[in-house]
């Protein structure tokens, strides 16, 4: 039974990767018309083409004319043919999917895929990467769920509810990092990019991705960096004001200027911005800077600097910046927004809910949803009791694992269930400095083939099946596949630990430890025995915990578990090294770079105030200069050249153990159609598509 409950949540695992409807739901339904009888990967003939129009179609058929292999972009030229679309797709100037290589696509083809990857259509999906291929062939499985959608358009209308743990102490993310201030600029928002949830950057806002390549990116001879950032045409702000480069301008002074911002380490490393039009600027940054095309903070570089349009707030910025006095500026940007993403804040109840209302004017289509209510219950078991209620239609992180399991088993007919992929990983952090001391190396683990052998002694799958079941994912270094630099982990140079107990043991006793009449690992009068400390409070802690001292005491090595208060762990024992091993979970973008992690220079320490993430104090001069090198590196190919060296390092030494990534949970009614969410994109990087359909 237990494998079942794996496979199945395993398929609708793999089910989570389409904007579109599943071809799960699609498929079935066209191949039992006889319109495609064997939607597979293979490609799709004119022949095929012409067949399946005139069935789904009747006497449309005609219009397929051609011979051959049909490409993505032929199939949705087509389409709007037989759809009556052509007026649509004529009034067209320019691409507009957020595709990566949209702009590759034939030119007499960019109407008819910016309507086909339209809210209202939805022809055509993205491809792994999030392009769009546009000259390949479509596939027969492709072309099934893309005629199923002309055949069953999406429906306007409806509300859809979702519950939240904690209220926003406001709705900009400039002003405030609060996670529900974060999921709902992810909604009301939009900026430059996105990322898809396979961890891949689009131009959202921009037309193109800037690169070194395509020439928005330049490297100047005096060492400076200046990036252009195209906009694309048409795009409104929520009061129907049409944005402009000069928007991001003042965005920029804003946050430059001493306003009380969350972040703004960026923006303060720009030198210059000039305004080339109304829809183009660029900027200067004295020296490279590796993902600086991504351009702006953390917070704020989900969003560009589109959160503040200069038409509303310029007057109260002045005065502000005049003043000395932020309190009545902050309020009116947090407290009344007026962004571009797709929905617009309608209503706000204090400890109540959050109302979001659809926006007419959004640049990707009008969202099919009217509606997005999220309520705000603190209580998890009553957030969990209110969705097997039916009040909640659909959560991203509403429900924990084990609770999404539970709902799978108990409302499989009436809710969908997606573990989807995750970056944020379980560690076991191995201090190697002495908790005593930290100038001194650590007794257990300071020599790097212990490290090793304890990596080697835990059998990470069987945390996987216990704590997770069987849903999480064995890691090797501190990213995952979701990660820009995932290119890197395909390298021969990453090493790799299975469960080998033998193995561990046989270097242990390299290491000079050997057993003592009690049975326990000893070396010059040194037993060893170490505290495992934890955050208590978590369910899933305490059994890896327990799992990993079971594991151990087979090599020899005596395990106790301490459990403390969240936040002692991470204020006062974690940035002071006060600990042998520590179990922790870990989260960060997928552009993150190894820069903010892994120098010797953010081990914690008085010089920077303890507030380093280096928390196990490894100190490697060549993987300093490794990472330093590659977070000035503009040259993707040797970004990750660099990066496969870094980990080669990471990965012999093993600053921490990596153990395994969880999935995230989301859920959503199976009458809501089109839904998708990801690890780093949170719900709005395509809730425009979502449509009910009861």
């Known amino acids: 039974m237990k494998k079942l409950l794996i496979s199945t949540l395993l398929l609708l695992f793999a089910v989570m990767t389409f904007a579109q409807i599943s071809p799960e739901e699609a498929v079935p339904m066209i191949e039992g018309k006889g319109i495609i009888t064997a939607a597979d990967d293979s490609p799709l003939t004119f022949e095929e083409f012409k067949t399946a129009v005139e069935k789904a179609f009747p006497g449309k058929g005609q219009l397929i004319t051609g011979t051959g292999e049909v490409s993505r972009a032929d199939f949705a030229m087509a389409m709007v043919k037989v759809l009556g679309l052509e007026a649509e797709a004529n009034v067209v100037e320019e691409i507009c999917t957020t595709a990566i290589d949209e702009w590759e696509a034939p030119e007499e083809a960019w109407g008819a895929l910016t309507v086909a990857y ?54 900009n993310t400039i002003f405030t990092s609060s996670g529900l201030t974060w999921t709902i600029c992810n909604i009301i928002g939009d900026g430059y990019t996105g990322t898809d949830n396979n961890g891949f950057y689009f131009p959202r806002m921009i037309k193109r991705m800037p690169s ?22 048409g795009m409104k702000w929520h009061d129907g004001t049409p944005v402009t480069a000069r ?82 500026f902050v309020d009116k940007a947090t407290k009344n927004p007026v962004m571009t993403g797709p929905y617009k804040l309608k209503e706000y109840a204090e400890g109540q809910f959050v109302i979001l209302e659809a926006f007419d004017d959004y640049f990707m289509g009008r969202p099919n949803i ?33 609770q999404s399991i539970q709902l799978q088993n108990q409302l499989p007919n009436v809710f969908s269930v997606f ?43 069987q945390i996987s ?53 009690r049975g326990i690992l000893e070396k010059d009068g040194v037993v060893f025995e170490f505290s495992i400390v934890g955050p208590a409070g978590s369910t899933q802690y305490q059994m890896m915990a327990q799992i990993i001292q ?42 993150d770079d190894a820069s903010n992690y892994w120098t010797t220079d953010l081990i914690p320490s008085d010089a920077n105030y303890w507030g380093g993430t280096n928390y196990t104090g490894w100190a490697n001069a060549e993987n300093d200069e490794i990472i330093y090198a590659a977070a000035r590196e503009l040259d993707p190919a040797k970004k990750v050249a660099l990066y496969e060296k870094h980990f080669a390092l990471w990965t012999e030494e093993l600053p921490v153990l990596p153990l395994v990534v969880a ?3 989301h859920f959503a009614k199976k009458y809501i159609k089109s839904f998708d969410s990801g690890y780093d994109n949170g719900l709005g990087w395509i809730i425009q598509n979502w449509y009910i359909q009861k």
């Open 118 to 171: 339209r809210s209202n259509r939805q022809i055509l999906d993205f491809r792994y990467g999030h392009v769009i291929e546009a000259t390949s062939p479509i596939t027969k499985k492709e072309a099934a769920v893309s005629i199923y959608m002309a055949m069953n358009p999406p429906v306007k209308g409806g509300i859809a509810t979702t519950a939240v743990a904690a209220d926003a102490p406001g709705f």
């Open 550 to 591: 079971s594991m151990l005491k087979q090599v020899g090595i005596s395990v106790k578990v301490d459990l403390k208060p969240s936040l002692v762990v991470w204020t006062e024992i974690m940035p002071y090294g006060d600990f042998d091993a520590l179990l922790s979970g870990w989260g960060y973008g997928v552009s």
């Open 663 to 665: 999935p995230t949970p």
């Open 247 to 328: 928007d991001a301008k003042f965005q920029w002074e804003v946050m430059t200027s001493g306003a009380p911002v969350t972040a703004n380490y960026f923006e303060n490393s720009v030198s210059e911005v000039t305004i080339i039009d109304d829809l183009t600027f660029s900027i200067t940054l004295p020296e490279a800077l590796s993902n600086a095309e991504l351009g702006s903070s953390v917070y704020a570089y989900y969003f560009g600097w589109f959160q503040l349009p200069e038409h509303v707030y310029r007057k109260d910025f002045e005065q502000a910046k005049a003043s000395g006095m932020w309190d009545s």
């Open 212 to 233: 070194l390549e395509n020439g928005l990116m330049k490297a100047n001879e005096d060492g400076s960096l200046t990036i252009t950032y195209e906009l694309r045409k």
């Open 465 to 517: 099946n216990v704590v997770y079941s069987g849903l999480a994912e064995v890691v090797d270094t501190w990213i995952t596949d979701l990660h820009q630099m995932r290119d890197a982990l395909k390298s021969p140079l990453v090493k790799h630990y299975e469960y080998n107990p033998a193995r561990a043991k046989e270097l242990l006793a390299e290491a000079g430890w050997k057993l003592n009449n």
């Open 370 to 402: 009217d509606q997005i209510v999220m309520k705000i219950i603190p209580d998890s078991d009553v957030t969990f009791a209110s969705t097997l209620n039916g009040e909640v239609d659909f959560g991203r992180y509403t429900l924990d694992l084990k």
């Open 419 to 461: 573990f989807t992929p995750n970056i944020a990983y379980d560690n076991l952090n191995l201090n190697l400095r002495d908790p005593k001391n930290t100038s001194n190396p650590n007794k257990f683990f300071g020599d790097k083939r212990v490290r090793q052998a304890v990596l080697h002694a835990i059998d990470r799958q």
